[in-house]
């Protein structure tokens, strides 16, 4: 057996990087929509690509979304606030997601025998993430960062039609709010509310708490909850009864 002589730190190791990696598998996005567990599973071999997966209340498990257009395989995921927001919501079986390949944001219904991925999003430049389901209004809010114009980006937070109508054109969507710099999310509490977090810039340290009104996309009640001078801004949960 031959050995090979070389500096220190400058040996070649059978053992890369990539070798751990390559077979790692990341769980993020835990949700439950009455039997059934969904969750997002990161795969480094297939570039990293979302695939969205779920635990039937029968014990089944397997990828939920079928081929977007009948030839592209979906990846879950969304650059939000850059690092990433929620990339999907489920609501009775009825899933909206972010596809991080084009931007867009789809909607699948899982009940549906034709198995048909629809967009319900124009290409833009435009990103979408934090999504709560109102089916009841026939809506999906969100996060929007809009990335359209040069300089710091447009956050809102909007309501998509789910009939798809704003996938032929942009002015469907609804504005419910826009301003600030930062908008962290729109997480739906039990139903008939919705929270987000929206943390203003030094020096105001502080927390808008944005009432929306029943009637979308109209506010009403807005006040101003102090933070600590000199500290990180306070966490205010803005609860919003959207449905009527």
Avoid at 50 to 66: A, H, M, N, S, Y
Avoid at 96 to 105: K, M, Y
Avoid at 115 to 143: C, H, M, N, Q
Avoid at 160 to 167: E, K, N, T, V
Wanted: net charge positive; hydrophobic share 35%; proline share 7%.
């Amino acid at each position: 057996m031959s050995v090979t002589v070389a500096p220190h730190g400058l040996w070649k190791s059978p053992i890369s990087g990539d070798s751990f990696t390559a077979r790692s598998v990341t769980l993020s996005q835990v949700r439950v929509d009455g039997p059934d567990t969904y969750w997002v599973e990161g795969h480094p071999r297939q570039g990293g690509r979302g695939t969205l997966l779920r635990r039937r209340g029968t014990g089944e498990t397997g990828e939920v979304l079928p081929l977007i257009d009948g030839s592209r395989l979906p990846d879950v995921g969304t650059r939000v606030h850059e690092y990433g927001g929620k990339a999907y919501a489920v609501h009775h079986g009825v899933i909206v997601f972010s596809d991080q390949t084009d931007g867009r944001v789809y909607t699948f219904d899982t009940a549906d025998p034709r198995r048909v991925v629809r967009p319900l999003t124009t290409l833009s430049k435009v990103r979408y993430g934090d999504f709560w389901i109102a089916d009841v209004r026939e809506l999906v809010y969100a996060v929007a960062e809009d990335h359209s114009a040069p300089g710091e980006p447009v956050n809102k937070i909007v309501a998509i039609p789910l009939d798809g109508s704003a996938a032929r054109d942009d002015s469907a969507i609804i504005t419910v709010f826009e301003g600030h710099r930062l908008r962290s999310g729109t997480n739906g509490l039990p139903r008939r509310h919705q929270d987000c977090l929206d943390h203003l810039e030094p020096p105001e340290h502080a927390v808008d708490v944005l009432a929306a009104a029943r009637r979308v996309p109209d506010l009403r009640g807005r006040h101003r909850s102090g933070g600590r001078p000199g500290g990180s801004p306070g966490r205010v949960r803005l609860r919003a009864a959207l449905d009527a």
